[in-house]
């Protein structure tokens, strides 16, 4: 069983929706947590002194649940910022963050190094361009298309016509050569006026990454 204190600040970098008071859930991404502390970054600003909830989960490693903290620390950079976060968790929660690291950790080991985005919000290994259609759909919604113009493991960039909130998850059809995945992914970026949508994957199953990262290789060995 992992000690639940051994490691300070488990890199994770896990896609989360975080809500501060009455206002909408917005998209962030959790970087490091312990017990007692997490850091995440986001586009969206909070308040020094800040309360925030948000829910932690890594593929492959069971949920954690709802975590609160309070802001005690913010950093601006370019477009995003840093946030430093004092948080308060339960026996097993905190044994739910030590097994998510140990997993975020051994996935890290077996993909290509991360590469820095323009936003900083999508942690992604190897990106290559590309021109495909692919479907999309949000709950309860009929699947519709766009075009994707570029790919990684950690995430997509596509183009549509439809007006999509940030935060907003969708299920992704993602046609790969003779192969399709599916996979859950959240808006993380979009730039007004722009038809361009970054999405970040998550829930994504081993297979359907294994299969992205075959796709960028073989793309990347034939450029």
Known sequence: MPDPHAAALASLEAPTMVS??????????????????????????????????????VPGAPPIGTLSGTVISRKQNGARYAYVL????????????ARAAEVAHERSQVRAPDVPTENGLTRTSVRIPVDFELRYAQPGSAA???????????GVLMNCSDILPV?????????????????????VAHQQQSP????????????????????IESHSQAA
């Open 20 to 57: 501060a008071g009455t206002g909408a859930p917005v998209m962030a991404i959790v970087e490091h947590a312990s017990h007692n502390e997490c850091r995440m970054r986001s586009v969206s600003v909070f308040d020094i002194g800040e309360r925030l909830e948000f829910s932690l989960s």
């Open 86 to 97: 004092t948080i308060r968790t339960s026996p097993s929660q905190a044994e739910g963050i």
């Open 167 to 187: 935060g907003a998850s969708l299920e992704l059809k993602i046609p790969l050569g003779s192969q399709t995945v599916t996979v859950n992914g959240r808006i």
């Open 144 to 154: 519709r298309v766009a075009r994707a113009t570029n790919i990684s493991t950690g």
């Open 196 to 215: 361009n949508y970054n999405v970040a994957f998550y829930d994504i199953t081993d297979e359907a990454r294994d299969t992205i990262a075959r796709f």
